[in-house]
C-alpha cells in the first residue's frame, strides 16, 4: 500500500519562500502538487513524471519548482515569491501510471495534506 507523507509547511510573510516535502512508500510513478483553500475545490498546482517532464498551472508558473528525487522516493515543491492567494492546505498525490494530469481523479494516492499561510 502506497502512503505519502507531506512535510514544510507554515506560515510565511508575502514574497517569502517555502520547500514542501512528501515521503513516498511504495511503488509510484507520476506525482504532483494540489492545493485547496477553505470553501474553494482542490485546485492542480504541478506535476511531474519520473523522467522529470514539468507542468504547472498558469498561477504558479515562475514562481513554484516541482521536483522529485527517485532514488529517496521523495517529491518537492519549492515556493518562491509567496502571495496570500498561495494560502491553502497542499496535498501531495501520486498515481500508478505515467502520463500528467490536472484531473484530481486521476491519481491513486494522495497524503493528508500541509496547511501553507501567507501573511500580507
Known amino acids: 500500500q502506497v502512503q505519502l507523507v507531506e512535510s514544510g509547511g507554515g506560515l510565511v510573510q508575502a514574497g517569502g519562500s517555502l520547500r514542501l516535502s512528501c515521503a513516498a512508500s511504495?511503488?509510484?510513478?507520476?506525482m504532483g502538487w494540489y492545493r485547496q483553500a477553505p470553501g474553494k475545490q482542490r485546485e492542480f498546482v504541478a506535476a511531474?513524471?519520473?523522467?522529470?517532464?514539468?507542468k504547472y498551472a498558469d498561477s504558479v508558473k515562475g514562481r513554484f519548482t516541482i521536483s522529485r528525487d527517485n532514488a529517496k522516493n521523495t517529491l518537492y515543491l519549492q515556493m518562491n515569491s509567496l502571495k496570500p492567494d498561495d494560502t491553502a492546505v497542499y496535498y501531495c498525490?501520486?498515481?500508478?501510471?505515467?502520463?500528467?494530469?490536472?484531473?484530481?481523479?486521476?491519481?491513486?494516492?494522495w497524503g493528508q495534506g500541509t496547511q501553507v499561510t501567507v501573511s500580507s
Open positions: 511531474i513524471t519520473r523522467g522529470g517532464s514539468t
Open positions: 511504495g511503488s509510484i510513478n507520476a
Open positions: 498525490a501520486a498515481r500508478s501510471g505515467a502520463a500528467l494530469y490536472q484531473n484530481p481523479a486521476q491519481y491513486d494516492y
